[in-house]
């Protein structure tokens, strides 16, 4: 796949400043440029651009040009070309002085008058012919300088002029002493910007010294090209990519990159093969041309190490000697492929050359190396961890060593707070045990696969736990043993606990529990533990018996552990003793902190929060959930399941006090690399905030995220959400149905039919099918009426579904429930479908604002108010309609809510005035009757929906056909279009 390209300068702006800057062509206080003279008496006139190859030195200068020329400079610009030992000289020079005699004809013409030899410079002259140059024909190179000094002069009377030399590293000795006059002798009103490769310059590049010598004159700057940060990698990638990528893909590019926009462009081109592009890697293959037999062969043995190798486990591996070595190490070094640290260690100038090398070994060569590093890891002669041991034993193919190798890399890797990295190295080995070609003495696979899934819960990512227990109970004998098939249900239920699944954990932890009812007591109270947690609030009573009997037998057999993870599930089912569950949490937090145990101490923590959360009480689970989040960073379980989902549901608490940019910002995971079912529910929820609540457009992003409703309920509902209210500030009704239904069909299967949030997302859409009804058809409201009976009658399935839980009827709740009732009635009003009456409209709205400032939700409460003022407005109740739109357009300014103010807007919208003959002026209630005539709305079905008499709209009607002289209805409507009156 060809490499994408993109015009836009990212990442460069501070350069671009500061090359303008120096050169006079723009200062910080002189935006638009500065002029001719100021030109003249700027204090650099020429500077120096270095950088790697790719690392965007051309298209900078691209900027700098058009910078130059929107501030009427000239631009004239040379190349040097690659010509290896056949370079033409004055090449670059050769070409502006072809340039000028096309654009500047008269000038260059005037100055070749007088400086004929400077002829022979001109592109048509350097054909190849039967000419030879002797004599006075020969070109005299103080006659050159001079000549080409007075063109650049002449030139520069009519404005200033920007020469730019690119890629001096392949200039030719002419063309470099050509550059050393005009840096000695700058020309009033010319700017000189010369480009080079500086990892091309090694120690014996002509270019270097000279770059050198050039640096000492005084009106000479150097501006070096650095790679761009990680943050402007991101934005150039989605500038090459606009569709919306995973962290991962976004990490991907940084880490192998290094920052390179060359390297940036080639690898989003490849689509993520994870191999060096080919045209890359012959790019970057070039840098080993240049190098001795002996150096390439050190630099193969480099790029079999991994990113860096230090200098005792490459003399335990090459074959060279002390002196050989180190030469060939220096030569690398020297040639920019190579780079040495101060603490012993060489690593590649480009990670991307390093995997290029090593892409380019043959299978034996790999397998050859590899086998050597194994042996002097494993010998003892060279000094590395079980990590480095393992990789190289695996490419060798040499299985036991490598089993061992990452068991042991795991072990650690857990031991320091590491375990997707020790989830790796468990991966690793179950895959060489799996694929032996003879059973693997002293090593239990079954204990392998469970500890893999402990660290693979541990890093959040539950769903490929999953995956090895059940491969590894697939591979269990009907006849085995009970206590491994006990053990390792045990461990699958406790991680279906954590993920949304059709599986019931209760029934596998309750087999799990039968089979090791003869087991080790260990075994079986840590089943009875998953077993209660499984059966959890909807059976407290049995799960409390389950917990007290796990939790005797804990302590009569001084399973410490085990206890303290009981007695943090006890307190959340409401044991005896008069203990709160809130007060019951805190104590099982702290108990867990005393024995050490960081993971019972972040589930109690983690429910606390949802307990205050659940209660109402916003700024306690706001402080809860930041402890969980700071207690998994101590312990390195930042994307473990309950710190995770605790950083989900404080960005939705810190929505709920009005607080998005926050929210968002705490969601934005960029630089981290958690599990991509966390990545896509962080994403989901800032959609909600950006496309749901703030009305930006976001093309492929929705779109993108319903490939994960799959994955996660959550995720469904929060991007299933911002649909909708798309879907609502675009009046389109049937869509927003649409999507419901889409969600419903996603969520579904992953929890049960009547999940809560339902009624939430029932409510939104029902609010949409309102927002769409002033503008349908009789026909059109007809339809819509059988999916507003459907979403009712699913919201009151919900209720009663949750009826008998008290547990479940906290604020939020009782929230959606009064704001059901409002939109179910507003709909019925701007339909006209069983209209209610005033009174009830206004109740029922004044009933959702209580329950939403009850609950403390901005948002919600600003959007409550939106639509009651709209409500007060139509009853006639202005002064009221006045202060309540107050508070919510107060609110939605806040929140940068614009489809709040849009609908704000739209509610109190007068007709435009109108001039000249144009001048009738229609009342505020005459524009609501005309807005509605123009609907086809009859006169019935607008005094009901402004709750006044049939009489007293045809009274408003009449008016208005009188006002717009019109002799109809539809004429109204038509003329005061015309007119801008709707």
């Known amino acids: 796949m060809p490499a994408l390209r993109t015009t836009d300068l990212i990442g460069r702006d501070a350069e671009l400043e500061q090359l303008t800057a120096q050169l006079g062509i723009r200062t910080s206080a002189d935006p638009a440029g500065a002029g001719a003279d100021d030109a003249r008496t700027a204090p650099a006139r020429a500077v120096l651009v270095g950088g790697d190859a790719g690392v965007g030195k051309t298209r900078l200068l691209m900027a700098l040009r058009d910078a130059a020329l929107e501030a009427d400079w000239q631009v004239v610009a040379g190349h040097c070309l690659d010509l290896a030992d056949s370079s033409l000289p004055y090449l670059p020079f050769s070409e502006i002085l072809g340039r000028l005699m096309v654009d500047l004809p008269d000038v260059a013409g005037r100055v070749l008058e007088v400086h004929p030899t400077l002829a022979r410079l001109q592109p048509g002259r350097r054909i190849r012919s039967s000419e030879t140059a002797s004599g006075d024909q020969a070109l005299d190179r103080g006659n050159v300088y001079d000549a080409f000094g007075h063109l650049l002069a002449a030139v520069a009377e009519r404005a200033p002029v920007l020469v730019v030399v690119e890629d001096a590293h392949w200039a030719d000795e002419s063309t470099r002493d050509m550059l050393s006059f005009l840096f000695s002798r700058p020309v009033p009103g010319v700017a000189l910007v010369v480009s080079y490769r500086s990892d091309d310059l090694h120690r014996r590049h002509p270019l270097r010294r000279q770059v050198a010598e050039w640096m000492r004159l005084r009106e000479v700057e150097r501006l070096a090209v650095e790679p761009l940060a990680d943050d402007d990698v991101r934005r150039l990638v989605r500038a090459l990519h606009p569709s919306t990528l995973s962290e991962a893909e976004y990490a991907s590019i940084v880490d192998r990159a290094e920052g390179n926009p060359f390297f940036i462009e080639e690898l989003v081109g490849a689509a993520w093969s994870g191999q060096v592009p080919g045209e890359l890697a012959d790019v970057l293959l070039v840098h080993l041309d240049r190098l001795d037999e002996t150096t390439r062969r050190v630099v193969r043995l480099v790029s079999v190490a991994g990113r860096q190798v230090s200098h005792s486990l490459l003399a335990a591996v090459s074959d060279l000697d002390s002196a050989e070595l180190e030469g060939a190490l220096r030569t690398a070094v020297d040639a920019h492929v190579l780079v040495a640290s101060r603490g012993g260690t060489y690593a590649f100038r480009h990670a991307l050359l390093g995997e290029a090398v090593y892409d380019d070994l043959l299978p034996g060569e790999r397998m050859r190396l590899h086998a050597a590093f194994v042996a002097a890891l494993g010998e003892g002669r060279a000094i590395g961890t079980a990590a480095e041991l393992a990789q190289h034993a695996r490419r060798a193919d040499d299985r036991p060593v490598a089993v061992r190798a990452s068991i042991e890399a795991g072990e650690e890797a857990l031991a320091v707070g590491g375990p997707s990295e020790a989830a790796t190295h468990f991966l690793d080995a179950l895959e060489l045990v799996d694929t032996a070609r003879e059973p693997l003495p002293d090593v239990d696979a079954f204990a392998l696969a469970r500890r893999c899934a402990e660290a693979l819960v541990a890093s959040g990512r539950v769903p490929k736990a999953v995956k090895v227990l059940r491969a590894r109970l697939a591979t269990l004998p009907a006849e085995g043993a009970a206590v491994d098939r006990g053990q390792l249900l045990t461990a699958l239920a406790s991680a279906l606990l954590l993920t949304d699944t059709t599986d019931s954990p209760r029934e596998i932890a309750a087999e799990a529990v039968e089979l090791l009812r003869s087991g080790p007591p260990k075994l079986l109270a840590r089943a009875l533990l998953v077993l209660a947690q499984s059966l959890g609030g909807w059976h407290a009573d049995e799960a409390r018996s389950v917990a007290v009997q ?44 005393r024995a050490g145990l960081i993971e019972p101490e972040l589930r109690a923590l983690y429910l606390l929060g949802r307990l205050h959360h659940d209660d109402g009480d916003l700024p306690r689970a706001v402080e809860v959930y930041r402890e969980v989040i700071e207690r998994s960073e101590v312990g390195g379980l930042t994307w473990s399941p309950y710190p995770a989902e605790a950083r989900l549901l404080l960005a939705v608490a810190l929505t709920h006090q009005g607080l998005l940019d926050k929210a968002w910002d705490l969601l934005d995971v960029s630089g981290q690399n958690p ?308």
């Open 550 to 593: 796990a939790l005797e037998l804990a302590e009569r057999n001084d399973l410490t552990s085990l206890a303290v993870e009981l007695h943090a599930t006890v307190a959340g089912l409401d044991p005896e003793g008069g203990v709160s569950p809130s007060a019951g949490w805190r104590a099982a937090a702290e108990r867990a902190r």
């Open 675 to 982: 599990p991509m079912v966390y990545e896509w529910l962080y994403f989901a929820h800032q959609m909600l905030i950006t496309i749901g609540l703030r009305g930006h457009r976001k093309e492929h992003a929705l779109e993108r995220l319903r490939d994960y409703w799959g994955t996660d309920g959550l995720t469904a509902i929060s991007s299933g959400g911002a649909e909708i209210l798309r879907a609502t500030s675009a009046g389109d009704g049937p869509r927003a149905v649409s999507v419901y239904d889409d969600v419903v069909a996603a969520v579904v299967p992953l929890w049960h039919e009547w999940f809560q949030a339902r009624l939430r997302l029932a409510t939104l859409t029902l609010a949409a099918l309102a927002a769409a009804a002033p503008h349908q058809s009789a026909e059109e409201r007809e339809s819509a009426a059988h999916d507003v009976e459907r979403l009712m009658a699913d919201g009151a399935r919900v209720m009663d579904f949750y009826a008998p839980y008290d547990g479940s009827h906290g604020p939020e709740y009782r929230m959606w429930v009064a704001r059901r009732t409002a939109e179910h009635l507003r709909w019925r009003w701007l339909a006209q479908v069983d209209p209610p009456s005033a009174d009830e409209l206004v109740a029922a709205w004044r009933a959702a604002e209580e329950t939403a400032v009850a609950y403390g939700s901005v948002p919600e409460v600003a959007q409550t108010r939106v639509r009651l003022a709209g409500v007060l407005r139509a009853v006639g109740d202005a002064a009221g309609a006045r202060t309540v739109a107050d508070q919510a357009r107060q609110a939605a300014h806040a929140l940068g809510a614009r489809p709040m103010l849009d609908e704000l807007t739209a509610q109190g919208s007068a007709p435009a005035p109108a001039t000249g003959a144009q001048a009738a002026t229609l009342t505020p209630r005459e524009g609501e009757i005309l807005a509605l005539v123009a609907e086809g709305r009859s006169n019935g079905e607008i005094g009901k929906q402004l709750f006044i008499s049939t009489k007293t709209v045809s009274v408003h009607v009449s008016n208005i056909l009188a006002k717009l002289e019109a002799a109809s209805r539809t004429e109204a409507a038509a003329v005061a279009r015309r007119r801008g009156l709707l």
